[in-house]
């Protein structure tokens, strides 16, 4: 498959009418300003003694007045004097056609450009979308340059609040939870990881970044009034060894430079980005992450397949009624290959236990990694090898051989925890030598997704989520933090949340919110179990996650026998596309609800999520092509927030003028497949 980004229409103009405003004054002037194409969003430059900029929607401020400058070692920034030199409007309008599709098979992208080129060797340019902006800089000096800062401001009103994912260093899975507070409340010591979304008021604005290559990523913190500030991992100069359980994987930073990265001095630096959005829905439609990234550079995909993948770790490879000692076995995983080759599923992964700890070129007794590979092959069923990410750089080339010679089709690399330079080039280095073996890539322990997946796109899927998993030791993993996901993390791009659980039980905050005939009662079930861990959702809930979370390779987390003792739960799960050629969100509110309806070649899937609270939700079917449909339907049962397995199958007729009016339990949920009939 040739790279298949189509464009259809582009221009590269000087707008000469918005020009001849600035001949023979420009550089008198000080203010400049770029409209997104629907003319809704306006972005504000002014140059003076240094640089701000402001964003408003509709002609209301959503951000106010924000300092940008680039600060590189022995050169003048932007708040040293220097002056615009020119300026020069771009409008651009194409259809970008992904070669992994995720919310759509394809993209408009649509936006108008503005660049201030400065005395100082900077340019600065500027971007208007409908749905957001984004600026970045750059230089074009002869040789290297050291960045010894860079500032980033995002000022907001003092009624402005925040979803904050707070951290505790940048030395992070980065897998938060999102505090909702007051802007003001965000002290100068509180450190989040991106994406961060603001409530402005009068708009949603999402921050985050793409385009990140040989550089530090971006990190926020408050400012003691109403805004957020950038801030970026120095390039480490002494790491240390993790305790000894954990030699193998973590490398925390103890010392690090006074720069944040040398580089090129010729290049175009990361996009900050500013996703807008009146209504919360519209955030779930947002791909400027995508939009703004590097293009494809592997050339040929054809070999790159989404698809669904049987998950040993999350269920700690617990089976029943067979005949041998389930574990880390040749055995064990054969069985997980029966399984998915029944299904339908398209990979199995091979978790931590499938090599010796510290060295990806031994074996491990029992555990016969070619024969497991031979008998993938003969099942039609791809192998997914895990590893750490610090043995992996130790045995880099051999490592990665051994993978391609033992015919594994992708790699987990996990427990990176850090962004800073260094650590973003590995990434880029692990993408492209495994594009060269022909491997898909899924990084886990890592940073989100900040364009990376469309450089290289069998960068298929990433975590840099707080997932499934955390059910296995503690309450985290809530309904509540299921329905803020898609409107923060996801924005950013696909997410390994791993979800499908079989087991389903009442989380402890539910009843918190819910009265019995007057009185609070609690039914709630959940108990945290690291080996037979356990979900705070519904049933459905678990099952809609496979329509509402994006993941080209979506995980399986449930064991084979719970899947087989659940068939027909499993049975729709593996039917769910993990690509999408259209996405519509139906209806949503960032940690309450949400609802989307996804469209795969000619048909359709439901999926929504509710929090803690119950709630009826009408969906209507007008988005269906005239005809009609049969609707396979799972909704919960009337005894779901009691006993949160208990679900309801319906099988019906449809068609677009219909609507259906479904109940959700606590931690419930909805979903649905229509197809049309024959």
Known sequence: ????????????????????????????????????????????VA?????????????KTIVSSSHIDLLLENQPSLSSGVTVKDVNYDSQSQVLLPEVRVKSEKIIDRFEQMTLSFSNGYDLEFRAYDDGVAYRFVTQFE?????????????????????????ESFYSHNERSYLHQSIGDIKVTDLASTPTLVDSGGAKVLVTETALYDYAGMWLLGDGQDGLKATFPQQPTKVVDGEPEWIDRNQPVVERANYIAKTEGTRAFPWRVLAVAENDTDLLTNQLTYQLAIP????????IKPGKVAWDWYNANNLKGVDFEAGLNTETYKYYIDFASQHGVEYVILDEGWYPLGDLMGSVPGFDVPEIMAYAKEKNVGIILWT??????????????????????????????????????????????????????????????AGLRRTYPNVITREGVKGLEW????????PEHNTTLPFIRMVAGPMDYTPGAMSNAVGPTAFEKIKYKGKDENHADFTIRFNRPMSQTTRVHQMAMFTVFESPLQMMADSPTQYLDNAESAEFIAGVPSVWDETIPLNGAIGDYVTFARRSGGNWYIGALSDELARDITIELSFLPKGTYNIEIFQDGVNAHRFAEDYKKVIKSVTNEDSLTMKMAPGGGFTAKITPQK
């Open 296 to 303: 494809n550079k592997i050339g040929d995909t054809s070999w």
């Open 47 to 59: 140059v003076e003694d240094a640089v701000n900029y402001s964003v408003s929607l509709k002609g």
């Open 388 to 449: 750490t990410w610090l043995t992996l750089e130790k045995q880099f080339d051999e490592a990665m051989d051994r993978f391609a010679e033992l015919g594994a089709v992708g790699i987990k690399p996990d427990f990176f925890q850090r962004d800073d330079q260094e650590m973003v080039n590995f990434y880029w280095k692990i993408a492209d030598e495994a594009a060269k073996r022909h491997l898909l890539v899924d990084f886990h322990g890592a940073y989100k997704p």
């Open 143 to 167: 040789t290297p340059i050291t960045v010894v800062n860079e500032i980033a401001e995002f000022n907001f009103s003092d009624k402005a609040t925040v979803y904050y994912p707070l951290e």
């Open 471 to 478: 059910n296995k030791w503690s309450y985290d993993s809530t």
């Open 1 to 44: 498959m040739k790279p298949r980004n189509q464009l259809v229409k582009a221009s590269s103009m000087i707008l000469a009418l918005t020009n001849a405003m600035y001949v023979g004054s420009v550089f008198a002037d000080t203010s400049y300003k770029v409209k997104s194409p629907d003319g809704d969003i306006t972005v504000s």
